[in-house]
């Protein structure tokens, strides 16, 4: 069982404990309106949602869109914003919000820490990258590495949909880029960070630019493996520069690292 699976598990049984969860009945409506979900019918799917759910079970829901089809699939990440946009409810976009860093609460061994930051999402975030590259499993699991980019993806499309640029996480995602180089587990970090920043294209702010100008540094090693010169050649091409030419801000310059 790979990691991101038994980490989703485990979620999932912290919560059953915490969280109310609604009759079997409604359980099977919640589950057939999502699947039958499209852009055709999501408006009459925002008003189904209003009838079949009470606001008392409206945290069991943001864990099951969460963990069960957001982390999963990344195509449906969209429709589940228009999902969240038509239904217009203040209380769902937190549940949401807070189920989206849910696994900091399973994975932090600090529970205070969790309780003390859950309603800050900034710093959960940084703490959840943390955590995350505690494992050297990304480097050979492929499923593990689709969990990131999933969640980067998801990350990135929230934030816009909150009215947050994504790029103001760049004080969790410079330490983290920085401990994945001196991990060699670049190639993961790459793709998850070009996720969180795919909804800014082709804008480029003051935080995504920090976050070009540290890939850049990377990017002139003479030890770069092919595929993360590769990834970083697409971020830059879809922002519409060139890493060659974007100038560095040397913070790797006393950084020992593992060749990825």
């Not at 799917?45 to 864990?63: D, I, N, S, T």
């Not at 990135?156 to 995602?173: C, E, F, H, R």
């Not at 410079?174 to 180089?181: G, S």
Request: hydrophobic share 45%; with cysteine; proline share 4%.
């Amino acid at each position: 069982m790979s990691l991101h699976i038994r980490t989703r598990l485990a979620a999932a049984d912290e919560r059953v404990t915490t969280i109310k969860i609604p009759p079997y009945e409604i359980r099977t409506k919640v589950f057939f309106m999502i699947y039958n979900m499209s852009t055709d019918n999501i408006e009459a799917k925002g008003f189904e949602f209003y009838e079949v759910l009470m606001e008392q079970y409206y945290p069991w829901f943001a864990q099951y869109m969460v963990m069960q089809r957001v982390c999963i699939d990344p195509n449906f990440h969209d429709i589940c914003l228009m999902f969240l946009h038509k239904v217009n409810s203040p209380v769902l976009d937190m549940e949401i919000r807070k189920a989206t860093y849910a696994n900091c609460k399973v994975i932090l061994t600090l529970r205070a820490t969790y309780e003390r930051y859950k309603n800050n999402f900034q710093v959960l975030f940084c703490l959840f990258m943390q955590i995350l590259l505690r494992s050297d499993i990304i480097k050979s699991c492929s499923g593990e590495r689709t969990l990131l980019k999933n969640i980067g993806s998801w990350f990135g499309k929230s934030a816009i949909q909150w009215n947050q640029d994504p790029s103001t996480y760049v004080d969790g995602l410079i330490p983290l880029i920085v401990k994945a180089y001196q991990k060699g587990l670049m190639l993961a970090v790459v793709q998850f960070i070009s996720k969180i920043l795919e909804p800014c294209q082709p804008i480029i702010s003051v935080g995504t630019m920090e976050i070009l100008s540290l890939l850049a540094e990377i990017y002139t090693k003479p030890d770069l493996q092919l595929s993360l010169e590769y990834n970083i050649e697409v971020l830059f091409r879809d922002f519409g520069v060139d890493a060659k030419h974007t100038k560095t801000n040397y913070l790797l310059k006393d950084v020992k690292h593992e060749v990825a």
